[in-house]
Nanobody, 121 residues
């Protein structure tokens, strides 16, 4: 069974950038990998996803134009490049295997520990 592990979080100033990684261990990278986030006191929300075969991506409106999801199949890793970060992007970020196409993404019941992103001056 594939296990996805998030990394790359940290503290960044507003307007800054950060790149998160989601690495698969054990088996191959799932065809669909999604990014999600949970802000303090809020429910987990979708961020976006990628289909590793077609490389098609989907983004939530809240991050469209600022975040980019990419994949390195050889490294079995999905990346989340986050630019123009805002304080409201502060959250724990998770990745998970989900159905993914250009118009929508699924959800998951299987979550890792996530990686903390804090946007603050």
């Amino acid at each position: 069974q594939v296990q996805l592990v998030e990394s790359g979080g940290g503290l960044v100033q507003p307007g800054g950038s950060l790149r998160l990684s989601c690495a698969a261990s054990g088996s191959t990278l799932p065809y669909g990998v999604g990014w999600f986030r949970r802000a303090p006191g809020k429910e987990r929300d979708r961020v976006g996803c990628i289909n590793r075969a077609s490389r098609m991506t989907f983004y939530d409106d809240s991050v469209k134009g600022r975040f980019i999801i990419s994949v390195d199949n050889a490294k079995k890793t999905v990346y989340l490049q986050m630019d123009s970060l805002k304080p409201e992007d502060t959250a724990v970020y998770y990745c998970a295997a989900v159905p993914c196409d250009m118009s929508n993404m699924g959800t998951s019941q299987d979550w890792g520990q996530g990686t903390q992103v804090t946007v603050s001056s």
